[in-house]
């Protein structure tokens, strides 16, 4: 099997908290950046309409959360129910990455952009709303709290709390061994070839 | 044993089992500018070619202006981004239908059309609203530009089977209630994310009884509720639909697909995960007042504050949203002046949104306050309306008549509000910014957009009805 990417196993870092429910792609990258034909430099367009207070950002919003220097490098996103939701943009995760997340913990995720995080490496992990007051309240607490995530153990830890999550085997496997989804996939191309030819003609 | 209308499509695409996981074919692809050029960027790199183009359709739609044919029209970036699709449509051997084209069009409104999506496919692209194919019975969902370049590359994706909801509108619509309404309507009920995880499956008599562009209005705006896909079994409204389109199969062909398509529903007694049903007759003209679709009400009904809701979430949610759309508690939209009205995106842009559109706006003109535009969902919509001398009636009431594209629904082009600003849009997306930065969104039907276009406030489209 090909591998095209480092895999994740344990992440450790700060983390900003972005006290909101239903988070949308279109806040994360707004529409004026998906122009571009490649896959970076989004990390400084992400959040726009939040993090800057004029259009050619050149006037952080010293109010937003992304911009307080309490908060400056964390590898961690905290967000509350339905992160991700709206648009498929995969502009979204990629600008997450760009900008240095490594991991989102939320409440819960919208489905497309879920996939979307475990084609890019970016670790979304679901915690139950009380599980996320635990980690809003130790980082409100000391911004320099250190988050530890051990993926092949599932569990997400603050101080002495350690809290369990649910990620899907194959998705665990993939981010643990960043292996090339395609070249897993051409390796069944016999399968893929035979199914085709039982397909109707009017297909 | 007794299977659901997804279940069936779902066990007839899979190839096979990886695991918590299948990989399951994918019958159509569609793409556009926006999500693909990474996509085949990913392919060049590592020498792969497209498995199945004669499967694969393009088109140009959210970059692009509706006022001119250009290709730079609306700058050098857009212009790129539009000629990259172009090269690597060129390049894999992908039939693309560019601006300017006869079949260009919104790519969820140009598949249907040109009787690329038939019941039972299964159907993805990279685009959230792909949902709205599955007002033929067609499996479809959006996904992200990595699975774009995965089916390209495979005409497969890896996907866990979704969770199943019975969403039953039962009876009859009232007079001037529009499948948007119901719609609206819906994820008002569930909630934005109330359908996480679950392919939605519509049926009941109210469903039954729309039109397929109807049906696709109601199965696009599914991913609003936060649903993997919207499905509606395919009847004879579906077959009458399909027949002699140009992708549609033909003779024999047709007679084999419609046996087969007649298998395509959810048996009596198959179970579903969750069961929601509403009474089509409760249903009133709907408008979005937050900024999400899920925060929506009748137009009569008093705008809610933080105190209606129990959830402390919801509470905030409702405090930000009231905030950014500058209302208040308790205030009636019917007092709310509009600056603009937009009639378009892929959720209301086909030839009966703008029939109906069309029959308010010849009862009077576009209020002085408010600039209105019209965007037909695609050259074949524009071209048909054309015909009906609808473009007509909108002019002489004052509005613009556009190019088609995506156009104001994400302001990708220039068709942009700026804050302050105030619509009233077909499109399926309130959220913070959406159609420009610090402006406000309110989502309705053709219909009620139209009716806020001549009375300049929200008005109930009720009073309209001739």
Redesign the interface.
């Known amino acids: 099997m090909s591998q095209t990417t480092t895999g994740i196993t344990t992440l450790t870092g700060t983390a900003c908290p972005l006290d ?3 988070v ?1 792609t ?2 994360i990258i ?3 950046f ?6 970076a430099g989004f990390g400084k367009h992400l959040f726009h ?1 939040w993090r800057y207070l004029d ?1 050619e950002e050149k006037e952080p919003n010293p109010e937003f959360v992304l911009n307080k220097p309490e908060h400056q490098g964390a590898a961690i996103l905290l967000a ?3 992160f991700g ?6 502009h979204a ?1 990629w600008a997450l990455t760009d900008f240095g997340f490594k991991a989102v913990i939320a409440t ?1 995720f ?3 952009f879920y ?2 995080c475990m ?2 490496q970016l670790l979304p992990i679901a915690l139950s709303s009380s599980e996320m007051d635990v980690l809003f309240a130790a980082v409100a607490k000391d911004a320099s709290a250190v988050i530890s995530i051990d993926l092949p153990a599932q569990t997400v830890s603050v101080g002495d709390t350690s809290m369990s999550f649910e990620i ?3 998705h665990k496997n993939n981010l643990v061994k960043g292996l090339d ?2 070249g897993q ?2 390796e ?2 016999d ?2 070839e035979s ?2 030819a039982k ?5 | 044993m007794a299977k659901t209308l997804y279940d069936k499509v779902w066990q007839a695409h899979i190839i096979s089992q990886l695991g918590d996981d299948s990989l399951i074919y994918i019958d159509r692809h569609l793409i556009h500018e926006v999500t693909s050029p990474q996509a085949f960027a990913g392919l060049n790199e590592k020498g792969r070619k497209v498995r199945r183009p004669d499967r694969t359709f393009a088109t140009m739609d959210h970059s692009i202006s509706t006022r001119s044919l250009a290709l730079d029209a609306c700058g050098p970036q857009n212009k790129l981004q539009l000629q990259t699709l172009a090269e690597n449509c060129e390049e894999h051997g992908v039939k693309l239908f560019p601006v300017g084209h006869q079949k260009q069009g919104i790519v969820h409104v140009m598949g249907p059309e040109l009787g690329l999506i038939l019941p039972g496919m299964t159907v993805v692209c990279g685009d959230s609203h792909t949902a709205t194919h599955g007002a033929f019975g067609a499996l479809a969902f959006g996904i992200g530009t990595s699975q774009v370049e995965h089916v390209l590359a495979t005409q497969t994706l890896k996907q866990s089977r979704g969770k199943t909801m019975q969403i039953k509108v039962n009876g009859k619509l009232a007079v001037g209630i529009t499948a948007k309404d119901i719609i609206l309507a819906i994820i008002g009920k569930i909630g934005h994310a109330g359908a996480t995880a679950h392919v939605i499956e519509y049926c009941g008599e109210a469903i039954e009884a729309l039109s397929m562009e109807e049906r696709m209005t109601i199965c696009n705006m599914s991913i609003e509720a936060g649903a993997k896909a919207g499905m509606i079994a395919p009847d004879q409204t579906t077959f009458d639909y399909l027949k002699g389109r140009e992708f549609a199969p033909q003779g024999a062909d047709w007679d084999a697909a419609v046996e087969y398509w007649q298998t395509l529903y959810s048996d009596d007694d198959a179970g579903f995960d969750t069961v929601v049903e509403l009474e089509a007759k409760d249903i009133t003209p709907q408008v979005t007042w937050g900024t999400n679709p899920g925060q929506v009400i009748g137009v009569n009904d008093p705008v809610p504050g933080p105190d209606d809701f129990t959830d402390s979430v919801e509470q905030e949610s409702a405090r930000k949203a009231l905030q950014y759309m500058g209302l208040k508690a308790g205030e009636k939209l019917g007092d709310v002046p509009v600056s603009h009205v937009f009639i378009g995106s892929c959720t209301n842009s086909r030839i009966e949104d703008l029939r109906a559109a069309a029959h308010i706006a010849k009862q009077g003109k576009v209020a002085a306050n408010v600039t209105a535009m019209v965007v037909p969902g695609s050259a074949a919509v524009k071209r048909q309306a054309e015909e009906e001398k609808l473009d007509v009636i909108f002019k002489d009431a004052g509005f613009e008549w556009r190019l088609p594209g995506c156009s104001m629904c994400l302001g990708m082009n220039d068709d942009l509000l700026t804050a302050g600003d105030r619509c009233a849009s077909t499109s399926n997306r309130n959220f913070e910014g959406r159609q420009g930065r610090g402006a406000r969104t309110h989502l309705v039907s053709p219909a009620m957009a139209a009716a806020a276009a001549l009375r300049g406030k929200f008005a109930d489209v009720r009073d309209f009805q001739e």
């Open positions: 909101q429910a239903n949308d279109d806040q707004p529409k004026q998906l122009t571009s034909v490649s896959r309409d259009l509350r129910e339905n939701c709206g648009s498929s943009r995969e995760p819960s919208a489905d497309i996939g979307n084609n890019n899907a085997e194959h989804a395609i996939t051409l069944l191309t399968d893929i199914f085709e397909q109707p003609a009017w297909l």
